[in-house]
């Protein structure tokens, strides 16, 4: 069990900013409008699958160095689960929440 | 986050790893190493972790404390290695699987975990250690050197999977080096191999360090993919 926990508003919070770096590194426009329900993979998605493993490294350093919760989330049951923990950024903050109680 | 550059040399507690890791400290760099045991030397710019390379959560939290420590990690120089000699007939699954554990997989877990934190800053510099005896196919050292072949192959596909975030990774192969690793095989092998080089002499640590020191500079920054060997070995 991690020592630290977020709540899910910094949950989003967290995958927001670490999403808007991702897209700012790889000199995208970063939409205005990003929520909860913004698409991170398949159709409609705003990044790529690199985004991804970029906006996953982020999420975990970004835990790691501000929150000091140590997370690995990229795992082989995350990978192939059918409805992907990845695909908007409401789900991937609930993932991250479920992960770190999982520690 | 300090602005001294930051490396992590696996396997310091003795032979290459221990002299890379006082000459490194020595010029100025946070050095952070790593073995299973502790070393018997200091320095203010050194700092010893004890743990298992091939440990997942132990490297996982080794790194996590750097991060913390130093908001930075601009170099690895993966050393940590063991080597068991013997005839591939004589070898036992456990000893060819530790083997792979702890020179493979444990090179992987601290090239992606040290990655991990080198791609926020946009910039890192890996070097992986491999041995002369994979491309001379020396007998005796089938599943050693084999092991060596994969950190070769690893390091050029994460060269490939790391490059956008401005991460080098380089191979080096030394020739033989009186260190421990070496001091129970026979002297008529390393007399046979020292003199198929077309440098005939044993390697040095200095050798390692000329070496290191050219892969790490930040003017290395367009060499990655690489494997270097010493003594004329392609």
């Known amino acids: ?103 | 986050m300090t602005d001294r550059q930051v490396m992590l040399i696996t396997g310091t507690r003795k032979g290459i790893g221990r002299y890379l890791a006082e000459y490194y400290a020595k010029k100025g760099y946070i050095v952070e190493g790593c073995s299973r045991g502790t070393p018997d030397f200091e320095s203010e710019n050194y700092t010893h972790h004890n743990l298992d390379v091939a440990d997942e959560g132990a490297v996982k939290a080794m790194i996590s404390n750097i991060a913390r420590r130093h908001g930075r990690l601009d170099i690895v120089l993966n050393n940590a290695a063991i080597a068991t000699m013997n005839h591939v007939l004589l070898t036992p699954a456990a000893t060819a699987n530790r083997m792979l554990e702890v020179n493979v997989t444990g090179t992987m877990l601290v090239c992606r975990d040290a990655a991990k934190v080198m791609m926020r800053r946009r910039y890192g510099r890996i070097v992986n250690f491999t041995t002369i005896v994979a491309p001379i196919a020396l007998a005796g050292e089938a599943i050693y050197a084999a092991s060596k072949s994969a950190v070769v192959t690893l390091t050029r596909i994460l060269a490939f999977e790391l490059g956008q975030w401005g991460i080098t990774c380089n191979s080096f192969g030394a020739t033989p080096i009186m260190t421990d690793m070496i001091r129970g095989v026979p002297q008529n092998k390393i007399d046979e191999v020292v003199n198929g080089l077309a440098i005939k002499r044993l390697g040095n640590y200095e050798d390692c360090a000329n070496v290191c020191d050219f892969f790490i500079r930040p003017e290395s920054d367009n060499i990655t993919g690489q494997v270097l060997y010493l003594g004329g070995i392609t």
Do not use: C, H
Request: aromatic share 2%; no cysteine.
């Open chain 1, 1 to 103: 069990m991690q020592s630290q926990m977020i709540d899910r508003d910094t949950g989003v919070q967290v995958v927001l900013a670490s999403l808007r770096e991702v897209l700012e590194q790889s000199g995208e426009d970063v939409p205005a409008d990003l929520t909860e329900d913004t698409v991170l993979v398949g159709n409609g998605a705003v990044i790529d699958s690199l985004g991804v493993v970029s906006l996953i490294v982020e999420i975990e350093q970004r835990l790691e160095m501000d929150y000091e919760i140590s997370v690995t989330l990229a795992n082989d049951r995350a990978m192939s689960q059918r409805n992907s923990p990845f695909r908007t950024v409401g789900v991937l903050a609930d993932y991250i929440l479920t992960m770190i109680k999982e520690g």
